[in-house]
């Protein structure tokens, strides 16, 4: 069962065979918890979102039509839709998420240069609208090609790379932005 295709395996789950879905979720659940935490920033919710796209999964197989998109296709749908959800409702985040002081030294200092460029590109991140954010995780995070990645999205390809265009413009002037914030603090 391992050796099948994605199609094939949706076909079992649509029959009710618990092992197919398996299968799937071993392929796919670490893909999809990567693209949702890109949308809503959250390991909890992504998980949630994971769980959520496959009982959806289960649910709706026999709404699948290998005619009309792939599988990733289809199921990447259903992850940036339940992200985009996610991402619309108020973030709290407990206490437990401020971080630890770590020792003082060189790699001390590295790390935290390298903990505030990755802060500064989480924060540019999270300034896009959800869709752009879709498109750079789907892209250039996951590596999906711009084809799959449209689909994925339910957009034609030339509207993707115009959504992706902006989105990149977009990244890097909200980059920039927070950059010269955090210098005229110094």
């Keep these: 069962m391992d050796t099948e295709p994605d199609e094939t395996l949706v076909v079992l789950v649509a029959a009710r065979d618990q092992r197919a879905l398996r299968v799937l979720m071993e392929r796919h659940m670490p893909r999809a918890l990567r693209v949702a935490q890109r949308i809503v920033s959250s390991a909890a919710d992504a998980d949630d979102i994971g769980q959520e796209a496959f009982m959806r999964v289960w649910k709706h197989a026999a709404s699948f039509d290998p005619a009309t ?22 973030i709290h985040r407990p206490i437990e998420d401020a971080s630890d002081a770590h020792a003082p030294g060189i790699a001390a200092v590295d790390r935290m240069i390298e903990q505030e460029q990755q802060m500064m590109l989480t924060n540019a991140l999270s300034l896009l609208t959800g869709r752009q954010r879709a498109a750079i995780a789907l892209f250039h995070m996951e590596g999906l090609s711009g084809k799959d990645a449209a689909q994925a999205m339910g957009l034609t390809e030339k509207a993707f790379e115009s959504l992706l265009t902006r989105a990149r413009m977009a990244l890097k002037q909200h980059v920039e932005q927070i950059g010269q914030g955090r210098r005229s603090y110094a």
Excluded at 69 to 90: C, E, G, S
């Design 69 to 90: 998109a792939r599988f990733t296709t289809w199921f990447y749908r259903i992850v940036l839709n339940l992200a985009f959800d996610q991402a619309r409702k108020p």
